[in-house]
T-cell receptor
Framework: QQQVKQSPQSLIVQKGGISIINCAYENTAFDYFPWYQQFPGKGPALLIAIRPDVSEKKEGRFTISFNKSAKQFSLHIMDSQPGDSATYFCAAANTNAGKSTFGDGTTLTVKP | ETGVTQSPTHLIKTRGQQVTLRCSSQSGHNTVSWYQQALGQGPQFIFQ???????GRGNFPPRFSGLQFPNYSSELNVNALELDDSALYLCASSELATDTQYFGPGTRLTVL
């Protein structure tokens, strides 16, 4: 059962552009929504996370937008750089049950 | 402060064998979660340990089992290995069961 759907599967953006990755979830018990960045051969690294009591969170060039009623959230990367080229995963966690569900990932390529 | 470490880095086993993977959590963290990441997919939650007790489990069969030790390090054991068990196995630690997770670099398991 795919509980977190992520799109697009791949994304190509020019340097300086905005990268947008979307995720949708089904389980209303999810209460923590992190985004991870993963480079080849490495484990995922936390970028930014949000809880459902806020609609937006910004940290540097990274912003999460959260729509609780639509059960959707998205990652915006402003002023995208070639060093941002990586695979990005959204996740949704039911922290009381100790369970996390990841999307299938988006491969981002930022062209110089 | 040391990060999450995992051993071994790579492992090759044959079908039917048993394997043990190890994880040392980040200093001060009492919660460890294990994930399986198949090629081109997002991490799939296996289980979580909080203060030496299993705190949540994903949709994995009982031949996937784990332990957490008093120093909060952890082991993942897989019995009767199958070809589909070939994947990157990730360990993540956090201060609390509900807190931000920090991933290790993973163990690449190949089952022949």
């Amino acid at each position: 059962q795919q509980q977190v759907k992520q799109s697009p599967q791949s994304l190509i953006v020019q340097k300086g552009g905005i990268s947008i990755i979307n995720c949708a979830y089904e389980n209303t018990a999810f209460d923590y929504f992190p985004w991870y960045q993963q480079f080849p051969g490495k484990g995922p690294a936390l970028l930014i996370a949000i809880r459902p009591d806020v609609s937006e969170k910004k940290e540097g060039r990274f912003t999460i937008s959260f729509n609780k009623s639509a059960k959707q959230f998205s990652l915006h990367i402003m002023d995208s750089q070639p060093g941002d080229s990586a695979t990005y995963f959204c996740a949704a966690a039911n922290t009381n049950a100790g369970k996390s569900t990841f999307g299938d990932g988006t491969t981002l390529t930022v062209k110089p | 402060e040391t990060g999450v470490t995992q051993s071994p880095t790579h492992l090759i086993k044959t079908r039917g064998q048993q394997v043990t993977l190890r994880c040392s959590s980040q200093s001060g963290h009492n919660t460890v979660s294990w994930y399986q990441q198949a090629l081109g997919q997002g991490p799939q939650f296996i289980f979580q340990y909080y203060r030496e007790e299993e705190n949540g489990r994903g949709n994995f069969p009982p031949r996937f089992s784990g332990l957490q030790f008093p120093n909060y390090s952890s082991e993942l054991n897989v019995n009767a290995l199958e070809l589909d068990d070939s994947a990157l196995y990730l360990c993540a630690s956090s201060e609390l069961a509900t807190d931000t997770q920090y991933f290790g670099p993973g163990t690449r398991l190949t089952v022949l």
